[in-house]
Antibody
């Protein structure tokens, strides 16, 4: 069974760094893309960026370029989303999802269960 | 403000048919496939429809998708209590070179 399992909820202070994870199983991790999607409280879904695990080719939504870093480690079939300096506005639930391709023909399936990040002083 | 427009709430009685709309533009829905996801807060979103009208294995045929021009819709027939969730449309946006989502529609089964 293809499965993505995300790391647990985080509570951080503004200015702190954070790295959350998305562990994949049940498929050939290195041949797929992993995307990250944000859902702010009471809001819809926003695509943040995507990484091709095979060669770490990474694309970011303009809204998130420079704000976060996406990476992946093939050896432990895990993708990561990290911040160097959190802001209160980063408080949200973050989802990862996988896709075989990238572009107009692709969709995300399956998704992880989400990681709730709370940033508060 | 989401790039794709969905009506916020929708509702229907058990057994009824409900339709959820998704409106975009020529740079997204008008020229690309639309996909639909079902989401219960706190859980993993689930793919319901891909490429406008294709159902993944395991999704009942009560769910159907369609697209016309720059708009798409998801129809759910024979409503059941377990259909109560948030539903999101998604597509590729040529201007963004990335995915865009609708704001989501909360479906209540009365």
């Amino acid at each position: 069974e293809v499965q993505l399992v995300q790391s647990g909820p985080e509570v951080k202070k503004p200015g702190e760094s954070l790295k959350i994870s998305c562990r994949a199983s049940g498929y050939s991790f290195g041949n797929y893309w992993i995307a990250w999607v944000r859902q702010m409280p009471g809001k819809g879904l926003e695509w943040m960026g995507v990484i091709y695990v095979g060669d770490s080719d990474t694309r970011y939504s303009p809204s998130f370029q420079g704000q976060v870093t996406i990476s992946a480690d093939k050896s432990n079939t895990t993708a990561y989303l990290q911040w160097s300096s959190l802001k209160a506005s980063d408080s949200a639930t973050y989802y990862c999802g996988t896709t075989a391709g990238w572009g107009p023909m692709a969709w995300l399936d399956p998704w992880g269960q989400g990681t709730l990040v709370t940033v508060s002083s | 403000q989401s790039v794709l427009t969905q009506p916020p709430p929708a509702s229907g009685a058990p057994g009824q048919r409900v339709t959820i709309s998704c409106s975009g533009s020529s740079s997204n829905i008008g020229s690309n496939y639309v996909h639909w996801y079902k989401h219960l807060p706190g859980t993993a979103p689930k793919l319901l429809i891909y490429r406008n009208n294709q159902r993944p294995s395991g999704v009942p045929d009560r769910f159907s998708g369609s697209k016309s021009g720059s708009a798409a819709s998801l129809a759910i027939s024979g409503l059941r209590s377990e259909d109560e969730a948030d539903y999101y449309c998604a597509t590729w946006d040529d201007s963004l070179s990335g995915w865009v989502f609708g704001g989501g529609t909360k479906l209540t089964v009365l």
